[in-house]
């Protein structure tokens, strides 16, 4: 059971990784076949581009886990200390409905672009498929949010240091 939950607490973390790793090949072939060869493809491009998408809705969510989000803490300094570790939780609670919020429209939006059919010109792949980052993403970010609202994200980084 702990290699499982290993897993989940690394899963963004190994994701993005392969994401990035399968980014950087096809990027590579492809310029050593446009220069060396001088013969370029389509496809590899337009992978990379939707590989990047994966990323960045997936490496978002990978933030959150490192608490590595920009954020504003200089206005936390204008309330007392006791006061600090309230709002916080109140900024996490309204964090939640809002990524909660994106996921519900992003997974309609997908499915509207699956019920459609619409498809990739080089690959021709379901662009629901590309999409499908958005609700994924705000969904494992969501899932983060919790588990740092309720103290359940024990194996991330330690919070920005800041006095609240």
Known sequence: MKWLQKIASKFEEYFCALL????LILLTTQVVSRFVFNNSNSWSEEASRYLFV??????????????AHIRIDALM????????????KAGEVVLILFTAFITYHGWRYTWNFYKVGQVSLGLQIKMSYVYLAIPVGFFL???RNIASLFGWDKGGEEECPTDY
């Open 20 to 23: 990035l790793s399968v980014m």
């Open 54 to 67: 994966w990323l960045v809705f997936i490496g978002a969510s990978y933030a959150f886990q490192k608490n």
């Open 141 to 143: 970010m969501t899932v």
């Open 77 to 88: 300094g204008l309330f007392p200390k006791a006061a600090r570790k309230y709002i916080k």
